[in-house]
């Protein structure tokens, strides 16, 4: 819980990651951190070209590095947003690439609910 209100305090404060990796069992607090970025960090006006949901039994880790690497338009920044990436858990390793040289005007939230990633993994 105070993890859920330090990230939602780095936000505020306008200290945003380019990639949140929300992971764990309480569904909850995943679902928030979340819905509290994609209400707080792009004005509802940039969200219609720069804001996109993707769901990880609908998209492949190829998918969502290509969307990651787009720059924004008119905007800042742009927020992707993968619900359900427990999905890919078979392929999400190959987000490491991206992770070490991630596009700094993109912020990818990774939601990836109710199972653990394999520690041997590199991500």
């Not at 949140?20 to 679902?31: N, S």
């Not at 993707?54 to 619900?83: C, H, T, W």
């Not at 690439?97 to 590199?122: F, G, H, M, W």
């Amino acid at each position: 819980m105070d993890e859920v209100k330090r990230l939602i305090d780095e936000i505020r404060k306008g200290e945003i990651k380019p990639i949140y990796f929300l992971m764990g069992e309480e569904g909850y607090y995943i679902d928030r951190i979340a819905d509290f970025i994609s209400k707080n960090v792009l004005s509802e006006e940039e969200k219609g070209f720069n804001q996109m949901v993707l769901y990880g039994k609908d998209v492949s880790v190829d998918d969502i590095v290509s969307n990651a690497k787009r720059f924004p338009m008119m905007s800042e920044r742009q927020v992707i947003i993968v619900k359900e990436a427990q999905h890919l858990s078979r392929t999400i390793e190959q987000l490491a690439a991206y992770a070490e040289n991630p596009q700094p005007s993109t912020v990818l939230v990774i939601c990836y609910k109710y199972k653990k990633l394999d520690k041997r993994k590199k991500l």
